[in-house]
């Protein structure tokens, strides 16, 4: 079946420096992926929608500065947390779907800024 | 996309089957209901999805109510793995595949399995 692949699964980082995660699909294209983001004991909540070859579409209150987003090709989008904050750690999970299949998540990165 | 409401948590022994419960009056008849669940510390993973008809796969069944204003995720023996967040989502099957085809997730049912 259809896989995301998400790297890396977790990653500690300073605060004031930069973090990409990126979001891999295996075996299919995706013209577009998603990525969310989870605290603890919340639900995920999206925060853009990458597409390929253009500009993300980021959702009210997400800061497009804060969360670089590309989407390079059809099989990658990287998502970058630039000057992490504390507030910043959470839980952020990609997802991609190949055309007219469910959407596939990745396992996610846990994001802790000290 | 239509609203679903499920139970915040259930409790199910080990070996059991299990009836998740999803109640989605809105639905509109675009809307697939697709079935994820989460693992502790992992991203969502699909389980089942389906539009009239009742669907099975080796995870779970998923019947659906005539008028589709409700739907039920069946574990048919409930393990101790599948312990988990589980999400019932309704999915316009106009997105699939581009930009308006994201999930937009509630708080789900937690399931418990107890040994």
């Known amino acids: 079946g259809a896989v995301v692949s998400q790297h890396p699964s977790w990653v500690i980082c300073k605060s004031g420096t930069s973090v990409k995660i990126e979001c891999r699909s295996l075996?299919?294209?995706?013209?577009?992926m998603f990525w969310y983001r989870q605290f603890p004991k919340q639900s995920l909540m999206l925060m853009a929608t990458s597409n390929e070859g253009s500009k993300a579409t980021y959702e009210q209150g997400v800061e497009k500065d804060k969360f670089l987003i590309n989407h390079a090709s059809l099989t990658l989008s990287t998502l970058t947390v630039t000057s992490a904050h504390p507030e910043d750690s959470s839980f952020y999970i990609c997802?991609?779907?190949?055309?007219?299949?469910?959407?596939?998540f990745g396992n996610g990165t846990r994001l802790t800024v000290t | 996309d239509a609203k679903t409401t499920q139970p915040n948590s259930m409790e199910s022994n080990e070996e059991e089957p299990v009836h998740l419960p999803c109640n989605h009056s809105t639905i509109s008849g675009t809307d697939y209901i697709h079935w994820y669940r989460q693992l502790p510390s992992q991203g969502p993973e699909y389980v089942i999805h389906?539009?009239?008809s009742n669907v099975n796969n080796r995870m779970a069944s998923l019947a659906i109510a005539e008028d589709r204003k409700s739907s039920t995720l069946i574990l048919h023996r409930a393990t101790l793995r599948d312990a988990a967040v589980y999400y019932c989502i309704l999915r316009d099957v106009r997105g699939y595949g581009g930009s308006q085809g994201n999930l937009i997730f509630g708080k789900g049912t937690k399931l418990s399995v107890k040994p």
């Open positions: 997802s991609a779907s190949g055309g007219n299949s469910p959407l596939h």
């Open positions: 389906g539009l009239t």
């Open positions: 075996d299919f294209q995706a013209t577009t």
